[in-house]
Each structure stands twice: as C-alpha cells, then as structure tokens.
C-alpha cells in the first residue's frame, strides 16, 4: 500500500488503522520531512518506508509505487481561502500532480487507486474546489481512455471531516478555552459532518467495491455553523456563548453539495454510500441511441441544506463519539 500526502491527517490515520488490520507494508510519500520524522518515530514500526518528493515531480513518486498493490492518492493543497490567492499552485499539486500519481501508478502495475476528493468540487466556486474537480475528471478520464489497464481508479468524495488540522472545531474549542468569543462566518451556513474513521471507512468501501472510474459518497449529515459552535460550546460547559459574526471568507459557499442531480440521476443506493459509476462512453454518442425519449435526471443535488439536519444536542452526541473531544472532556 502506499499514501501520497501520508503525513497529513488524513493520510496517517489510514496508516494506523492499515497497520492495526495487518498489512504487510506501507509506503508513505510526502515533501515534509519533519513530520515524516515524527509520524517514524510516533508509529515505530517497520512495516512503515517513508519517501520523500513531490507529487509536482513525477519521477519521486515512481520509487513510492514500486512493489506496491494499492494507492490512496491523499496530498493536495486543501485550505481554501490559500489557494484563492495562489490558484496556479493548486493546479500544480491537485491537477498536474493527481496526472502524475495515475501515471506513475500505472506504470508500477498498482492494482488499486483512490483519489481523495470534496464536496466542494461540484459547482465549485473556489480554486481548491474546481482544481479538485478536474482531479476527478482526470481520474475518470484515465478509466475511460484505458480500459485495458490493469488498476481500478475510483474517486471518494467528502464533506468537513470534523476535527480536522486548521478547521474550525478546533478553533471553537481554542477559542472557548481562552475565553474569546466564538467567530462565526455566517451563522446559517450548513456544512456536512463526518468522522475521520467515517472516511476511512469510504476509501476501504472504494477498495473493495470500485469499478474502474467510480465515484463514491457516504451519506452525511450536515448542521449550521451556529448549531456547531452552540454544540462545541455546550459541550466545554459554556451555555450561551458569546457569538461574533465575521463574515463570509474568500471562495466560501453558504452549503455544500456532494453530488448534484445529474450524479444523483446515476447514483446506486449502497446503504451508508452513494455509488456514481462512469460513464464510459466514447465520444460517438450516435452509438448509444436506444429509440427512447432522453430521459433527464429529475432527482434533487444532494446537499448539506437538504440532508439531514442536525439540532445541538444531535450535533453534541456526535461530537462525543470523536475521540479528540473525549479527551478533551477527561482532561477537564
Ligand atoms: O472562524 C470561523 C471559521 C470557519 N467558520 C465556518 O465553519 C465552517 C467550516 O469551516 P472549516 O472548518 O474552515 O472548513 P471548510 O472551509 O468548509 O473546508 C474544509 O472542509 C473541506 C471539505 O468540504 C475540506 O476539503 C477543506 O480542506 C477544509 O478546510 C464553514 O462554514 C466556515 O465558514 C466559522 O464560522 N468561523
């Protein structure tokens, strides 16, 4: 196995959890140095290799893929106010270099490969959004154009992993803690809330179910900022918080959307998960007239207004099952 970005959060909570169900090895590929170091000595275990490179640089992850089964392509630029002003570079790494993993991936004989992606590359508004959409467009391409090739390339798709490096449930607790107010963008924006084990699940769900050029989802339920921070803040002890609206920030959207009607039109049911397969049609759409009307999706986006919403005490219940805030409670 091996895990580009794997030394973000995302990439070394796959990594525990790989090693917890005993797999043999795993190659983790990033550029920092420093936390590789850490994530070496944290984990101490030998089935971990570390390579350093730059996914930008096609011929560093070559020796990353070697040997190696199945890729969860995770590194990427993902803060989104950054790469409004830097948008070439979220080119580089999410577009050029997802091109670059597939290639390499590819060429080694990987088995398997997962492209991590958001929701906030349908209809996307921002540089990260859209430089993320057109690594999904270049996964799906990659099976369309190849249907010989060996590897399975499928996409997952998330909203906010809660608790995440930089978001915002860590600044409401940072924030609570110092005794500052709450900072709320706007406070009716709803954004979809999932677990980091939540999507660790969806990528083994990609593993083991993908057809070349899926697309997966996992349901989700979303709140609004306000019922988030009330959560947060009923949670620490504080019942009525002081509340600060800021406004809304660059390439921000008021909800999310993980798949839009035309995925929906498509999708198959599969429990917790949404399955979107490729179209893999050639471009001689003659080819494919059946005699019957064209039939238009109907179905509704799937977005973080129209799922289901959560109250503060459901929000807090979910909160509690993460494992950063029942530390933080023992700690108190
Ligand atoms: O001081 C703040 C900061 C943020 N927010 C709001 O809180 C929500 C969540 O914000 P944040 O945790 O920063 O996440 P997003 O900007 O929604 O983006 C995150 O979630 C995406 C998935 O949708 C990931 O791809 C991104 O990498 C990740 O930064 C948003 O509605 C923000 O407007 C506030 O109300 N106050």
Do not use: W
């Not at 580009?4 to 043999?24: C, I, Y």
């Not at 958001?118 to 993320?132: E, L, Q, R, S």
């Not at 449930?169 to 107010?181: H, T």
């Not at 003659?286 to 509704?300: H, K, N, P, Q, T």
Request: aromatic fraction near 6%.
């Amino acid at each position: 196995m091996a895990i580009s970005g794997g030394t973000g959060s995302f990439g070394s909570t796959m990594a525990r959890h790989l090693l917890e169900r005993g797999v043999e090895r795993i190659h983790i590929f990033s550029r920092d140095e420093t936390k590789q170091d850490e994530m070496r000595r944290q984990f101490n275990d030998e089935r971990l290799r570390f390579f350093l490179g730059d996914v930008r640089d096609e011929s560093s992850l070559l020796p990353a893929m070697r040997g190696v089964d199945y890729v969860f392509h995770a590194a990427a630029l993902k803060q989104v106010p950054s790469c409004e002003f830097f948008p070439q570079q979220a080119v580089l790494t999410n577009v050029q270099g997802s091109h670059n993993v597939i290639r390499a991936a590819s060429m080694a004989g990987v088995k398997s490969l997962v492209c991590l992606s958001t929701d906030k590359a349908v209809y996307p508004v921002n540089a990260m959004g859209m430089t993320k959409g057109l690594m999904e467009k270049t996964a799906q391409a990659f099976a369309r154009n190849h249907p010989e090739s060996q590897m399975t390339v499928s996409v997952t798709r998330y909203g906010n992993v809660m608790y995440s490096r930089g978001s915002v449930i860590p600044l409401f607790v940072k924030q609570l803690m110092d005794g500052k107010p709450l900072t709320l963008t706007e406070p009716t924006m709803t954004r979809f809330l999932m677990s980091l084990a939540e999507s660790v699940d969806l990528v083994e769900h990609a593993f083991t179910h993908a057809e070349p050029g899926d697309l997966f989802v996992r349901k989700a339920p979303a709140s609004t900022v306000e019922v988030l921070a009330r959560a947060v803040a009923g949670l620490l002890g504080v019942d009525d918080p002081e509340i600060r609206v800021i406004g809304i920030r660059h390439g921000e959207k008021l909800h999310e959307t993980l798949l839009s009607r035309e995925e929906m039109g498509k999708a198959s049911d599969e429990g917790d998960y949404f399955r979107v397969p490729l179209d893999a049609r050639s471009l001689q759409y003659e080819l494919y007239f059946d005699g019957e009307e064209s039939s238009i999706a109907r179905d509704d986006d799937y977005t973080s207004e129209n799922t289901q919403q959560m109250g503060v005490e459901e929000t807090k219940a979910l909160l509690m099952k993460l494992p950063e805030i029942q530390q933080l409670l023992t700690e108190r």
